[in-house]
């Protein structure tokens, strides 16, 4: 079993929906990531977080500590969001290192 | 743009030759990550540096090396490649905040 487990693995919907990703994971962490990747390859990180809720224009991310639970809402869905997002943690107790473990990702397609 | 750099884009070599991925990191940051995506395994940690020491390890192959330079660019080196060895090489840096900021990859792909 993986450290990190995302659902669902792929997603499609129309322009304007209201999107939920999950991921799960079964270590002690000290925070959470979430990334972005787009088709040509670039990773840019969404959100790091350690408890509690955050909030980016369209985006918001939430995690729960005790349940080892965190998810990715994109409100108002738009083509241009089509991507993969891969949620990855930071793991408790590394020696001062925050080497990222990864979900394998969730592909992300919207359509007009 | 992240502020983090990669060079080369695209690295195309044959097997049982050694290659070098550059990477400088956002101005200020002393982190240097190094990162493996391949299309069966997925995103993978190989390396951190932290400030010209390394401070962890990950799935890192002997035949794979890093370093990071008194200027804070970081390096890694792949010898004796193998076909395996195609991916995509990410490299990513962190200051103070633990962020982490991606540089756009280098892809490997090894004939």
């Known amino acids: 079993k993986n450290e990190v487990e995302q659902s669902p693995q792929n997603l499609t919907a129309q322009e304007g929906e209201f999107i939920t990703i999950n991921c799960s994971y079964s270590?002690?962490?000290?925070?959470l990531h979430w990334l972005q990747q787009h088709p040509g390859g670039g990773i840019v990180s969404l959100f790091m977080?350690?408890?509690g809720k955050k909030k980016h224009g369209r985006l918001i991310a939430t995690i729960n500590i005790q349940e080892k639970h965190s998810s990715l809402h994109i409100t108002a869905s738009h083509p241009r969001d089509s991507a993969v997002y891969i949620c990855?943690?930071?793991?408790?107790?590394?020696?001062?290192?925050?080497?990222?473990?990864f979900g394998k990702g969730t592909k992300l397609t919207v359509n007009p | 743009d992240s502020g983090v750099t990669q060079t080369p884009k695209h690295l195309i070599t044959a097997t049982g030759q050694r290659v070098t991925l550059r990477c400088s990191p956002r101005s200020g940051d002393l982190s240097v990550y190094w990162y493996q995506q391949s299309l069966d395994q997925g995103l993978q940690f190989l390396i951190q540096?932290?400030?010209?020491?390394?401070?962890a390890k990950g799935n890192i192959l002997e035949r794979f090396s890093a370093q990071q330079f008194p200027d804070l660019h970081s390096e890694l080196n792949l010898s004796s490649l193998e076909l395996g060895d195609s991916a995509l090489y990410f490299c990513a840096s962190s200051g103070t905040n633990y962020e982490q900021y991606f540089g756009p990859g280098t892809r490997l792909t090894v004939t």
């Open positions: 540096y932290y400030n010209g020491e390394e401070r």
């Open positions: 977080l350690s408890s």
């Open positions: 270590v002690g962490i000290s925070a």
């Open positions: 990855a943690v930071e793991g408790v107790s590394q020696g001062g290192s925050e080497k990222l473990v």
